[in-house]
């Protein structure tokens, strides 16, 4: 059974970074593409970055491109989620997300109906 545990989150100022880490755990057959979501209180799940199984493909939101970078560790299937700049408008749960590597429209990559397993989510909240 796959499982993801998310870390990282915390309390930090505008301006500062945090890194978030997620692992997933559970046999698979090959890695497992892998995103990252959040959600703010009273808003809908968003998209915020993904990453290829292979980590040679990323994409991320227009709100948080050229600040965060989303990786992965080599074959394993753990990535992480480097957040700089960090806003208050940044403040969310942020959910980690996973699938299997099997080919779907660009376009879905985004959606969070796509995605098989999600983490419990890790609270990121930024001070202003």
């Known amino acids: 059974q796959v499982q993801l545990v998310e870390s990282g989150g915390g309390l930090v100022q505008a301006g500062g970074s945090l890194r978030l880490s997620c692992a997933l755990s559970?046999?698979?057959?090959?890695?497992?593409?892998m995103a990252w979501f959040r959600q703010a209180p009273g808003k809908e799940r968003e998209f915020v970055a993904r990453?290829?199984?292979?980590?040679?493909?990323?994409d991320y939101a227009d709100s948080v491109k050229g600040r965060f970078t989303i990786s992965r560790d080599g074959a394993e299937n753990t990535v992480y989620l480097q957040m700089n700049s960090l806003k208050p408008e940044d403040t969310a749960v942020y959910y980690c997300?996973?699938?299997?590597?099997?080919?779907?429209?660009?376009?879905?990559?985004?959606?969070?109906?796509?995605?098989?397993?999600w983490g419990q989510g890790t609270q990121v909240t930024v001070s202003s």
């Open positions: 997300a996973a699938r299997p590597p099997t080919p779907i429209p660009t376009l879905s990559i985004r959606q969070v109906s796509v995605y098989d397993h």
């Open positions: 990453i290829t199984s292979g980590g040679s493909s990323r």
């Open positions: 559970g046999r698979t057959a090959s890695p497992y593409a």
